[in-house]
């Protein structure tokens, strides 16, 4: 039976057919929904790992019990992950184990748009690339017939528009595997230095043999057309150069990239007049072409930034024009990215927006949001977990040249359980005296409400132990700890003023749950989610504009009128309702 499904529901079908037993991943936009659509299967263990590094260890060590595993994650999460990845190509696996890179060309949720098959050739593992659902489903499963038997761990690399692209896709019922039995061998899984020396000897003939696979595997396949043009390409882009070259070209699709089949593009080559290299991002297939002596036509037309599409293809190969629908720039009204209405984070940036000669070091999350105007409250954000980190870095850069700084590092409660911890145990244990404040929404906000290890839930919808963070911090060495509601100004600031004002570490947690979260009754009760929405009595409204000041897109200003709140919007956080020097805005009713 065939089903519409995204690349990423493909990815949980192909490991429920392949007879996976144990999935694990850390949330990323554009690979979140391959662990939720597996959880969905319950002969499959899964878990969200506190981050990508712990999630491919977890399915290391499923491998090596024998079972088949899969760990997922976005490109940068690769870089996490990235210790335990190269090693894991020396050791090989027992079960087999498919690695999801899932890339982001343009950035559509990334800080950068890294193109992870370089992590391939790097690491020495295998690597597929699939141009659709049907293929995505089809090499999980071939990627675990290649795993085992060729003993080395294999890359799935997807990108965003194969993720959450749907094409229909033919189910087929669940393969009875096995676990294999374990046997003790510690040449294999010990990687000292000595079992190492081996080891990469024997990848490297490991490599040598997935070579020949790829010359003649069906993964990667050559449609003969029109000679006189001829393209080399892979994944989405084969996809898009289809769409503009179609009969007009022969293709070389590969669907198997490393290690390249070098025979099979030799041959291609030597059939057509001209050849292009059509891929996204980085001329990761043309570099390895270009150093077999085969002259290709590549990046030097094809943008090396952004996302491909075929008009851009169409114009930068055959310099074709693509009309475009004319548009009136000046009619089109620019919408930044803001904080939700009633987002519990906006009090807490509204409150250090004010504060003078306080360094802000942000991190990866919704709260990234701070940084935007009017609140402008964060002055660095560099990857997961490194607001503590690097907030300490600066702090200490400071305190040895004689510079006046404080330093206030802000994180969410998912990214502290991800590598957030080990910057503040750095912090407490080289006696660093900068503020961490924990934005605790009580979910994972930005990828789309993913339970972690503070929410009391697995991924599976079992209770499980909340790991309290108060206690956690108290248990490296932090003295001291207070924990504050956002929404209510003058508490927020009296902590942070508090604690700006120590020279030891300190904590602020912000607890509040995210307003589009899916509220517990008993969440409803602790925190008085119940509230009234804000309305400004506009005739007394003196125009000040102070409420504009923060940020909430459910507050606008008209000249005639002054401030207006949309109570459609309006969640009645009270934030607005603080800031109003005047008192003219007021609960709806009251």
Known sequence: M???????????????ESGVTLAAAYPGTPSTEIL?????????????????????????????????TLAAMKHVGINVAADPLFTFAYTGVNGGCIIISADDPGMHSSQNEQDNRYYAKAAKLAMLEPSDSQETKDFVKEGYRISEEYNIPVLLRLTTRICHSKGLVEESNRESVEIKQYEKNIPKYVATPANGRK?????????????????????????????????????????????????NASFLKLGFTFPLPKEKIKNFASEVEKLYVIEELEPFLETEIKAMGIKVIGKEYIPLTGELNPDIIRESLLNKKVEKINRNEEMIIGRPPTMCAGCPHRGLFYELSKKKNVVVTGDIGCYTLGSAPPLSTMDTCICMGSSISAGHGFNKACEVNGVDKKVVGVIGDSTFFHSGITGLIDIVYNKGNSVTIILDNRITGMTGHQENPGTGYTLMGEEAPQIDITKLCESIGVKDIKTVNPLDLSETKKAIEESLKLDVPSVII???????????????????????????????????????????PAISFEQDKGSI????????????????PFDVIKKVGE
């Open 2 to 16: 065939k089903k519409l499904l995204t690349g990423n529901e493909a990815v949980a079908r192909g490991a429920y």
């Open 36 to 68: 939720e659509n597996v959880s969905k299967y319950k002969e499959i263990y899964s878990e969200w790992s506190p981050n990508e590094k712990v999630a491919l260890e977890v399915a290391i060590g499923g491998s090596i019990a024998g079972a088949r």
């Open 199 to 247: 080891l990469h000897i024997d990848l490297e003939d490991r490599l040598i043999k997935l070579e020949e696979y790829s010359n003649n595997t069906h993964l990667n396949t050559i449609e003969w057309n029109d000679k006189k043009i001829g393209v080399i390409s892979s994944g989405v882009a084969y996809q898009y150069a289809k769409e503009v070259f179609g009969e």
């Open 510 to 552: 912000t607890k509040y749950p995210c307003v589009l979260k899916k509220s517990t009754q008993e969440e409803i009760e602790d925190y008085g989610l119940d509230r009234k929405a804000c309305v400004v009595e506009s005739t007394e409204c003196r125009k000040c504009k102070m409420c504009l000041k923060s940020g909430c």
């Open 565 to 580: 709140i949309d109570e459609n919007m309006c969640v009645g956080c009270d934030v607005c309702l603080q800031i109003c």
